[in-house]
């Protein structure tokens, strides 16, 4: 079983900074199957990233993801007011697809 | 227009059982596959489990703390999904959601999610 583990547990930036969000995987995620989700109060999780790498349908293009193995990175390039929120990744290249415990991106 | 409704959440007692359905409209419900995730107020989320399609002969896949007490089943020609819940805990109190990802990847659906809670 694969454990996914985020941080820091919670950044705190200003509008226009950039963030980088790690996500540490206990063993290798096959195929690099690992996505980043975002989740803000009272709403359910929009996928961002899947594959690793690759944005999904409609997402920016300052939020872009990285990595293969066991380590892998979130960076939004310059946070805009709208991207304060807690992100999660999560593989699914095993079962069972665990999520990581999130990153809380707070305003500073 | 995709929907994904879940329902069937509600208060049940420690050691009871509970079974909560997902509706689901405008994709093909057949041929995806179909997940459960659940989160405890102001927790992070926790993949329960899914099942897949009928091509993947409807395999099944649990996270470590339902193993062996929660179980997904299907109705494709219903369009919805199921979780049956036994022997529940307090720690299973939750939002509980359902949700399929596009066979592309790119995309996934979610319903806004049903509340479990397991309280004497």
């Known amino acids: 079983e694969i454990v996914l583990t985020q941080s820091p547990g919670t950044l705190s930036l200003s509008p226009g900074e950039r963030a980088t969000l790690s996500c540490r995987a206990s063993q290798s995620v096959s195929s690099n199957y690992l996505a980043w989700y975002q989740q803000k109060p009272g709403q359910t999780p929009r996928l961002l990233i899947y594959g690793a790498s690759s944005r999904a349908t409609g997402i920016p293009d300052r939020f872009s993801g990285s990595g293969s193995g066991t380590d892998f990175t979130l960076t939004i390039s310059r946070l805009e007011a709208e991207d304060f929120a807690v992100y999660y990744c999560q593989q699914y290249g095993s079962s069972p697809r665990a999520f990581g415990g999130g990153t809380k991106v707070e305003m500073k | 227009e995709v929907q994904l409704v879940e329902s069937g959440g509600g208060l049940v007692q420690p050691g009871g059982s509970l079974k909560l359905s997902c509706a689901a409209s405008?994709?093909?419900?057949?041929?995806?596959?179909m997940h459960w995730v659940r989160q405890a107020s102001g927790k992070g989320l926790e993949w329960v489990g899914h099942?897949?399609?009928?091509?993947?002969?409807?395999?099944?896949a649990y996270g470590a703390s339902v193993k062996g007490r929660f179980t997904i089943s299907r109705d494709d020609s219903k369009k919805t999904a199921y979780l049956q819940m036994n022997s529940l805990k307090t720690e299973d109190t939750a939002v509980y959601y359902c949700?399929?990802?596009?066979?592309?990847?790119?995309?996934?659906?979610w319903g806004q999610g049903t509340l479990v809670t397991v309280s004497s």
């Open positions: 405008g994709f093909s419900f057949s041929g995806s596959a």
């Open positions: 099942i897949r399609s009928k091509a993947n002969s409807y395999a099944t």
């Open positions: 949700t399929s990802p596009l066979a592309s990847g790119n995309g996934d659906y």
